[in-house]
């Protein structure tokens, strides 16, 4: 996997994990029939479409059973910034997912390169 590969997976998760920020909070914001005009569900839907074109760039040059499990990313990217941006309080054990999460994209990523 080159650097490029890697940039693209990276800022696809990153993508669709501010993407969910911004789609929770454009939910949260909105009010009455036209709540589903709230610009922040505009630009999540936009950050969702420029990760999946990275996701597409990258499932084009890899295989597929080494891009899948970064998917998983976006899962701890979400938790993280649910924390510093909307202030929810994960458990220690989410916490400790997250990083059996990253531990295993970490090994994959390895794998990925012999």
């Known amino acids: 996997m080159r650097a490029l590969d ?15 920020i911004l789609l929770k909070l454009g ?10 005009l709230d610009k922040r569900l ?17 499932l084009r040059r890899l295989p597929l059973s080494a891009v899948y ?4 990313l976006t899962l701890v990217l979400v938790g993280v910034m649910s924390f510093l941006v909307l202030g929810e309080r ?3 054990l989410a916490m400790c997912g997250w990083a059996i999460i990253v531990g295993g994209v970490g090994l994959v990523w390895l794998g990925s390169r012999l």
């Open 69 to 72: 499990p970064f998917t998983t």
């Open 6 to 20: 890697w940039m693209a997976l990276l800022t696809s998760a990153s993508c669709a994990a501010f993407g969910q």
């Open 90 to 92: 994960p458990s220690g």
């Open 42 to 58: 505009f630009f999540g839907l936009a950050l969702y479409a420029i990760g999946m074109a990275l996701w597409i760039f990258a």
């Open 27 to 36: 939910a949260q914001g909105g009010r009455g029939a036209f709540g589903l």
